[in-house]
């Protein structure tokens, strides 16, 4: 398996939101802790069109599921 092409700024590209480092950070400082219970794909500040790349890039285990499955982590993080 090769390794994912993709950076979390390339994610946040695709997303259609800001990707430098340091809005990353501000985005993940500001929507951390995510419960538990709530998938990331279900978090309340995803657009419908966000959630649903999310949800279909990790469904297939697709290139992007490594740093989406980072991202969720960080989220996730207490």
Same mark, same amino acid.
């Given at each position: 398996? $090769? /390794?994912? #092409? @993709? *950076?979390?700024?390339?994610?946040? !590209?695709?997303?259609? #939101? %800001?990707? *430098?480092?340091? &809005?990353? &950070?501000?985005?993940? @400082? =500001? @929507?951390?802790? #995510? +419960?538990?219970?709530? *998938?990331? $794909?279900?978090?309340?500040?995803? =657009? %419908?069109?966000? /959630? +649903?790349?999310?949800? &279909? $890039?990790?469904?297939?285990? /697709?290139?992007? +599921? &490594?740093?989406?499955?980072?991202?969720? !982590?960080?989220?996730?993080?207490?």
């Amino acid at each position: 398996m $090769e /390794a994912s #092409l @993709h *950076s979390l700024n390339n994610l946040f !590209a695709q997303l259609g #939101l %800001p990707n *430098s480092d340091a &809005e990353i &950070e501000q985005f993940i @400082h =500001t @929507h951390r802790q #995510l +419960a538990g219970t709530i *998938s990331l $794909e279900d978090a309340p500040y995803w =657009t %419908p069109a966000q /959630a +649903a790349f999310l949800r &279909e $890039e990790i469904l297939k285990d /697709a290139d992007w +599921a &490594e740093v989406i499955d980072q991202l969720n !982590a960080r989220l996730h993080a207490k």
